[in-house]
């Protein structure tokens, strides 16, 4: 029914979500339909209360609901060891595996003079002010392993190396439970790279 | 980021949605985070409006931004065939093929004895007002074809039969570009039941 724009704006909201098609933004505009005035008004007020509370932590840039994240203020932690990611969604996958206790860094991109992103554009500043100013014994720097993430990783390790500060990578290579047959040439190209002695 | 209730609130808004899982939901909150706050009110605002302004034709209960669908208010279509449909969506999917130019009449389900859904929970009411009020030549039954679509299709069939309309069933059979191997055994039988003289 072309004839009812409110239903098409809505099912043009939905197809702007990641990974929604069509068929699929139709279906969740029609399940809104479904809902009562007061499960809609919930929603959309789910929309308004995340975007207007969630802000970046001061330090690190992670989301955050207060002024500084729950990481950043969490005195458990090592604050000595800092983890450099590209995205605040990073944190959280790191975060699901509770083997890394120390703390984090969002630079919000990768360098990339493609797509006119240079270091000014990314939180690098902010990262360099934490390592002169607290005592960090260690970066491990955890961009992605693509042409601007090496980069980027590159572009960070040689600031901070100076510094006399170690600087880390995350290890990359086959992924457990991964078959040689399913995996990339550039996987298996780093997992070469990087093997080690039994 | 457990600690972020905001975000959780609003993931689990996604998670209500038809066909999304968690993982999709939270990619649907973080893409709501990097929204200016100007797109995420619209998209807010979106649900709403959607929400307050399509309302339930008078006539058949079809979708409608007025009192009247633009189907029965369009003067062009035959009124005198009514296609009784399960649910508003049905109509959509009709439409689009443009070879039918009657009407609608939107029963909001089918008899369910499992479910509890009686005639009575049924706009089967208004339908049978419509056949005693306006000119009907012609009942098309469109339920689905299931146990409940059919069930429902037969109580219909014996209310409007004693009225001396024609009442007729939605062909079922192979779909167009169906193989007879990946034919479930239910669209078979239909198939061959329904089968026609070359």
Redesign the interface.
Known sequence: ?S?????E??I??FR?????GRR?A????????D?S?EE???????????????KRCKVCH????DEI??VCSDESRDHSVICVVEDA?D??SL?KVKDYLGVYHVIGGTISPMKGVSPEDLNIKSLMYRLSNDDISEIIIATNPTVEGETTALYISRLVKPLGIKVTRLAYGMPVGGELDHADEVTIGRAIEGRKEL
């Open positions: 029914m004839t009812l724009p409110s239903l704006i809505l043009e909201q702007r979500l990641p990974s929604v699929s139709e279906r969740m505009a029609y399940a809104i339909l809902y005035k809609a008004n919930f929603f959309a007020n789910a929309i308004i209360e995340a975007k207007e509370n969630i992670n989301f955050s609901e994240c729950p969604r944190i959280i975060e």
